[in-house]
């Protein structure tokens, strides 16, 4: 007996494929994002930068050189420290730097709680279903119990427990056949008390 013929379980399972594919699609978009979000930040660094180096009479050359450099030295990387500007200095010193971690922490953790509210709610209709089911299967078996033959459990889809609720409706039907012949015998052996107590020859 397969999980993957239970309709219900079919149904979970795709909605645990399209909710992985969402994920995905959605992560791709929000890295991209992400990365134009920081280009344009590290642009608007640049450009106050450079601003502030020509305000104060650098030549140009010497902006446009430092701005393509790609070596790094012991002296830049101390100067940085020492103006409060290394690894370790605060965000508030370095705002374009705040501003794209904050964008970036609110993005991720709506984007996380969105997700996880969509599980949540796939996942508790799953279980309200199977629920239900339950409740069906339990009051259906009740009345079996009492002798009422009335209703009958579901078993017009595939899967393991409506395979479970077919093997349980033979029972039912071979008990409510016992039960028939054994009424119609009493009322046989009834029938035959009674005209054998009517005999003329008793």
Known sequence: MSLY????????????TLFALLFVGTATVLTIYQVNDAEVLWLKHDEAVSSSLLEQGVPKEVVA?????????????SLLAAA??????????????????????????????????????????????????????????????NGDYSCHLPQNYEGAIYQVFSSIEQLATMLQSKNCLLYTSDAADDSLRCRSRWSPYH
């Not at 219900?8 to 645990?16: D, M, S, V, W, Y």
């Not at 904050?102 to 209709?125: E, H, K, N, Q």
């Open 65 to 77: 050189v430092a701005f393509t450099n790609t070596d790094i030295s012991d002296d830049g990387r």
């Open 84 to 145: 409060g500007l290394g690894k370790q200095s605060e965000s508030s010193m370095r705002p374009y730097f705040n501003q794209f971690q904050r964008s970036a922490f609110c993005t991720m953790l709506c984007t996380v709680l969105f997700f996880l509210f969509v599980l949540a709610i796939g996942i508790f209709i799953f279980f309200w279903k199977r629920k239900r089911l339950y409740q069906q299967a339990d009051k259906i078996l009740l009345n079996y119990i």
């Open 5 to 16: 013929q239970d309709r219900q379980i079919k149904g979970f399972l795709l909605f645990l």
